[in-house]
């Protein structure tokens, strides 16, 4: 199976209580595109980014089975731009600078062959480029999902319901979902948010874990205890990113898969804060990744 | 295998979004006995009330298996009584009054055959009145577990660390983990923790689930998502008197069976917050239990 993933490529620079890095790879896409990268080839990608982002950056995520086709470059253009800092609580960030570059710009055209895509991740963008997307698909896609934030809750609430009625899974954290639905019980958020269209409901609650949500049926997956939380950028669309590249590689959407892929989720996510940017993301073994699953398994299992 | 309790028995005046219930049953020593009694017998309570507590509810305790020859009735005195007001974040609540009461006077003195209880609950109460317990042990426990919070932190810190150093369990909530241990981390504030004694940590996070540490080792239960969390007073005592009840039961006190001890004091905390007071705590089945623990499984088993 393929998976279209569409959101940003960017350039971060992140302050956490262990350090700083300064003009580093980010952007939701590429977290989220290296994540899937260990499950599914190809990962169509579709994004926008300027003359100034390394080339050897997009040799790496060819090398890794990302289809860069989709990836518009501005030649004139600045790429996507976002500053940030963290608390000792890592829960709680500052923007310190967002620069839209040529994100201002992004108008998603999909390659022929991507429309077709089965499994679909749509980051968080505007609803109207999440819409623009939705209309160039083929209309048989196996799974949507969309990730959304509160800002657009807060701007443009009527066109995200209409996008959020066309998708399958919908991902956003928890104060999110109380906004969205009205209702402060996450089971009551979780009634509203499949009444919206979504039959399947991912809350991301950060260090305290994850929760999906289908018909009356809930799973939790803990985000794994770690020593050092690094850096916590991105770990939510390494998250998604594994979760949809999970579902994709086994073409299997029934909840009980779905709670395999939350777990696969957590557990990329959990290399992604051990360092800054993409970096541990870049290079992991299978060795690797099977021993963070089975410190889930003891994590969880009784 | 028998299990002393030791804490409050209280009056609780309570304000949730949900309602409001007046000078109904509380108390840390009473939430815990009553989980434990669906698990083991005798429940050794000790603790002190005045001549205004109901004898139909000392009744109901002793018809559920608890024993209260340690519990102090002043007969000129009046019983401990809290009043608190929960905002719509259930996890954040104003306290609007504190009477200690004939708590100010508590000198708990253990009859001789609870000197040799195998397994101890010694609810949050002043390290020095927790200390006079442990000094009345035989010495042959099994396991002592003892619960604590951070105004003892702030006002009684030596004192604490000393009776810390004495139990094998300390159950505690995140924040206070932080300040006793002087760490952000969850997983370095444990280590810090054992090495002031208790080989094992349960950090209870409310609605986001409780964790388990020993040695290196970690479990985590989930709280139950429920649509209505009515009143939360007491589920932290509720899940402590389930967890000693189920390692009671089954006197044993290795870290898988300690998994399931976990679980099970999630389970009765479930219910605790569906009603308020003791309420839904006096009536069990065995059915509604393992009903319950089943949704457990489902939420956290792939």
Redesign the interface.
Known sequence: MSLLTVGTVAFDSIET?YGKAEQVIGGACTYASYAASYLVKPINLVSIIGADFPPEELQAMEDRGVDLRGLEIKRNGKTFFWAGKYH??MNQRDTLVTDLNVLDDFNPILPEDYKKSEFVLLGNLTPEIQEQVLDQLDGNQKLIALDTMNFWMDIALDKLIEVISRIDVLTINDEEARQLSGE?????AAEKIHAMGPKYLVIK?GE??A?LFSEG????A?AL?????FDPTGAGDTFAGGFMGYLAKSNDVTF?NM??A??YGSAMASFCVEKFSIEKLKNLTEEEIEARLDKFR?????
């Open positions: 209580p000792t609580n402060y019980s996450l089971v009551k609650k305290h874990g929760l049926e809930i799973f939790f803990p205890p770690l020593a050092e939380v009980s709670k395999k939350i777990i003891a994590l969880t299992h009784y």
